[in-house]
């Protein structure tokens, strides 16, 4: 992989990012991301954050290489304090947990006031940043459901705004599916969740033999819930 060629899940964070929009990409990596949509013509300026040094002079070294040292700003910091208010109008956050995503927005709260859109792709627990945006205005306008090299990543698109629009009917089964996915119902979003139920069932076995204590029921009671809701998603599509 590298700036001119993308990884797919990458190449579809981009797809989300507005025409002309300033872009920050924080936990950059190798600043693959910003140099692609800097030299595909989509944004005129970005900035590359990185929290560890390792990556951060990877990014350095990488913006050099390509000229691009005028058109994004390689930034080192934790989160969002690598940007100053008012300087971008997107943020993408990518490859990271959902609780790790939901904790940088959190954090960074008040540089979001002039941002136009969040683009976040979680590798796990995207019910966190769902839960994050609902809780702050920020409202989802969009999600995809992809594979890559045998893993499964969702990839949520939110605006200020409107943040109970999307999940039309069951706020909390949109909450942990996805409310665009649950509609959309692919094939990669099934077999996610024909997954997490398997492994839901295996935990929930595990408890039932583990001693019966206040705690071990309240997870087991949970589980089982998370358990039905999976099932009637999934039973939505046989019928």
């Known amino acids: 992989m590298n700036s001119e060629k993308l990884s797919y899940r990458l ?15 924080i936990g950059s990596d190798h ?5 692609y949509v800097i ?10 954050g990185e929290v560890v040094e390792g990556p951060f002079q ?6 050099e290489e390509e000229g691009l040292t005028d058109k994004i700003s ?15 109008d997107c943020i993408t956050i ?3 947990g959902g609780a790790l995503i939901a904790s940088i927005l959190e954090k960074g709260k008040d540089k979001l006031e002039h941002v136009k859109r969040l683009i976040l792709q979680p590798n796990i627990s995207a019910i966190s940043i769902r839960t994050w945006l609902l809780e702050n205005g920020w409202g989802l306008i969009g999600e995809e459901i992809i594979e890559e090299d045998g893993k499964i990543y969702e990839i949520l698109v939110a605006e200020k705004g409107k943040e109970k629009q999307a999940y039309h009917d069951d706020l909390e089964k949109g909450l942990l599916f996805g409310p665009f996915l649950l509609r959309e119902h692919n094939p990669t979003f099934l077999k996610k969740w024909e997954g997490e139920k398997i492994n839901w069932l295996t935990i929930a076995e595990k408890l039932e033999q583990a001693s019966n204590t206040v705690e071990n029921r309240k997870k087991k009671e949970e589980l089982m819930k998370k358990i039905k809701m999976a099932e009637e998603v999934l039973e939505d599509e046989k019928d």
Request: with cysteine; hydrophobic share 40%; glycine share 10%.
């Open 11 to 25: 190449e579809t964070v981009t797809k989300y990012i507005p025409q002309d929009y300033k872009l920050a990409d």
């Open 94 to 96: 990518a490859g990271m």
């Open 39 to 48: 030299q595909n013509g989509i944004v005129p300026w970005a900035v590359a």
């Open 31 to 35: 600043a693959y991301l910003p140099c």
């Open 74 to 88: 390689v930034r080192k910091g934790d989160g969002l304090e690598v940007i100053k208010k008012g300087e971008v």
């Open 58 to 63: 990877s990014a350095r070294r990488q913006v």
